[in-house]
């Protein structure tokens, strides 16, 4: 992807300057070289891009070509990378803490229950781990400010993660085990999300510009018929 997903400094013809997320740096030459069109054609397609609002152009230092996407965060999962970087340094600790008191716990649970066979444990133990995420208020919290969502979501998300673990008799170690995987698992799940959603929008739009030219044949036809 040409676009930068976060803020950074790049060097670029001598300038050090900030990209911001969204942005890319490509002239129409660099463009046309790129998809091996000629330069009136890339003009052509940046400015119907323009008229759509779709981007925006401008020029740094007279020489410098910047693109723009305006819906950039739309196509893209959404997590504030403001909020990453305070968060991540508090999740941390957490999930150490969480990491060493489930290992201890899997020691006491298995030396008070070892008449019960391997399966029966298994499975008590993944209940026991869930029930306990639903019950960590912290982390709870934390997930909601990393991926914006209410604690009741994230609660429900963990139903659905359970069911999955199920379906694939996915096991997990400890509570930090299964908190990693959660947060892997719930990231995939709402970019598939947003991209079913991206699906029906296009899809929406597509059938409005379809009635559209529709209605202008339907118009010239009755026009050519006045004519006639």
């Known amino acids: ?116 066979t391997c399966e029966e444990t298994s499975q008590n133990d993944e209940t026991g781990l869930l029930q306990e995420m639903k019950l960590d208020a912290t982390w709870l919290e934390l997930m909601s400010m990393r991926f914006h969502l209410s604690r009741s979501d994230v609660i429900s998300c963990i139903d659905d993660f359970k069911l999955d673990c199920e379906c694939r008799k996915a096991k997990h170690e400890n509570l930090a085990d299964i908190q990693r995987h959660f947060c892997n698992w719930l990231i995939i799940k709402l970019k598939n999300q947003k991209q079913h959603e991206n699906r029906i929008d296009d899809q929406g739009q597509n059938k409005r510009l379809a009635d559209a030219a529709q209605l202008v044949q339907r118009l010239l036809r009755e026009d050519d018929e006045k004519n006639a």
């Open 1 to 116: 992807m040409m676009a930068a997903w976060r803020d950074h400094k790049v060097m670029h013809d001598t300038h050090l300057f900030i990209l911001k997320r969204g942005q890319a740096i490509a002239s129409v030459l660099f463009l046309a070289q790129r998809w091996r069109r000629s330069k009136p054609t890339i003009i052509r397609f940046l400015k119907l891009l323009e008229k759509d609002c779709m981007i925006t152009r401008s020029t740094l230092y007279r020489q410098t070509s910047i693109i723009t996407i305006c819906n950039y965060d739309r196509y893209q999962l959404q997590v504030d990378p403001i909020v990453d970087p305070i968060v991540d340094p508090i999740v941390d600790p957490i999930v150490d803490t969480n990491r060493r008191k489930g290992i201890e716990r899997d020691r006491k649970y298995i030396v008070a229950n070892n008449a019960r």
